[in-house]
């Protein structure tokens, strides 16, 4: 089956403890990104990936960090987790950079306290 | 900067009545219009892709619109049901984001 995965679902953890959350997408997909949802702010981009390497900065890159390793891998990674960063992550791909349906993963609930 | 506006934020149906949800963006150079659907607490299940050269797209019940020079797209969902009750959300495909609406929160009453 077609799917975009997220690891893990949900997670509480506290201030300055790092974490990774993983995504995973099976359709060999080039374009892959990273969002965050928040009450009254919708859905912001954190950061994107174009392709193997290529990364590059969304709207509210602050305190995250991403790699692209192998094409369907795109861990989000928190150095240092703050209570701002407490949030509904979601992980989307799609089969190039521009003009393709975007697929989204299940989604993450983070809690930082 | 891409601007995209749904409006109205919450909507309340009867069971079976048409109705049409609305989406605007503020930059017409984009390479498609997409729709999606949350239910609480879930991801995005996308509904309707329209690329930029297209007029509509349709699905089953839905339909949607794209008019590039006003910088509106419409998605038109016939005789509604309950389970339709969702978070509605349009994305502007740009070169390398998309940017979301807030969304329009469909309550559809038995």
């Known amino acids: 089956e077609a799917q975009v995965t997220q690891n893990p679902r949900y997670l509480i953890t506290v201030t300055g403890k790092k974490l990774t959350v993983t995504c995973s997408q099976n359709?060999?997909?080039?374009?892959m990104s990273w969002y965050r949802q928040d009450p009254g702010l919708g859905l912001r981009q954190i950061y994107y990936?174009?392709?193997?390497?290529?990364?590059d900065k969304g709207d509210v890159p602050e305190g995250y960090k991403v790699s692209r390793k192998e094409k369907r891998n795109f861990p989000l990674i928190l150095e240092s987790p703050s209570p701002n960063q407490t949030s509904l992550y979601f992980c989307?791909?799609?089969?190039?950079?521009?003009?393709?349906?975007?697929?989204f993963g299940p989604g993450t609930r983070l809690t930082v306290t | 900067k891409q601007e995209v506006t749904q409006i109205p934020a919450a909507l309340s149906v009867p069971e079976g009545e048409n109705l049409v949800l609305n989406c605007s963006f503020t930059?017409?150079?984009?390479?498609?219009l997409q729709w999606f659907r949350q239910d609480p607490g879930k991801g995005l299940t996308s509904l309707l892709l329209?690329?930029?050269?297209?007029r509509e797209q349709t699905s089953g019940r839905l339909n949607a619109s794209l008019d590039k020079s006003s910088g509106r797209s419409t998605l038109y969902i016939a005789a509604s049901q309950p389970g339709d009750s969702a978070t509605y959300l349009c994305?502007?495909?740009?070169?390398?984001?998309?940017?979301f609406g807030a969304g329009t929160r469909l309550t559809v009453k038995p």
């Open positions: 989307a791909s799609s089969l190039a950079w521009a003009g393709r349906e975007q697929y």
């Open positions: 359709m060999n997909h080039e374009y």
């Open positions: 990936s174009m392709n193997v390497e290529v990364t």
């Open positions: 930059d017409s150079a984009i390479y498609n």
């Open positions: 329209i690329q930029s050269s297209q």
């Open positions: 994305a502007s495909g740009g070169g390398n984001d998309m940017r």
